[in-house]
């Protein structure tokens, strides 16, 4: 089992920075890889960005040039900076790991990007 803690999630104007972070805990050793969905309201939850414990990354093409994820495999605790934000952007930000088997999730945490 995993346990996945979000932060950081609040209200920005357009064009400001968040920074987003998911702390893990238990069965940390099956992890592959750590990121972060976003579901807005309406929507399908979405990738946002994605890396592995080598500390590969996948962006989604709306976030390319603005978001950077980031690891820390001594605490298991994976960040989103979240820069030129758009009012597009606002969702619910979920923390996900990836192991074998089902992905799993945070609790999420609301981001909103006021015009």
């Known amino acids: 089992q995993v346990q996945l803690v979000e932060s950081g999630g609040g209200l920005v104007q357009a064009g400001g920075s968040l920074r987003l972070s998911c702390a893990a805990s238990?069965?940390?050793?099956?992890?592959?890889?750590m990121g972060w969905y976003r579901q807005a309201p309406g929507k399908q939850r979405e990738l946002v960005a994605l890396?592995?414990?080598?500390?590969?990354?996948n962006y989604a093409d709306s976030v390319k040039g603005r978001f950077t994820i980031s690891r820390d495999n001594a605490k298991n605790t994976v960040h989103l900076q979240m820069n030129s934000l758009k009012p597009e952007d606002t969702a619910v930000y979920y923390c996900t790991a990836l192991v074998r088997g089902p992905n799993y999730w945070g609790q999420g945490t609301q981001v909103t990007v006021s015009s």
């Open positions: 238990g069965s940390t050793i099956s992890i592959n890889a």
């Open positions: 890396i592995t414990s080598d500390g590969s990354t």
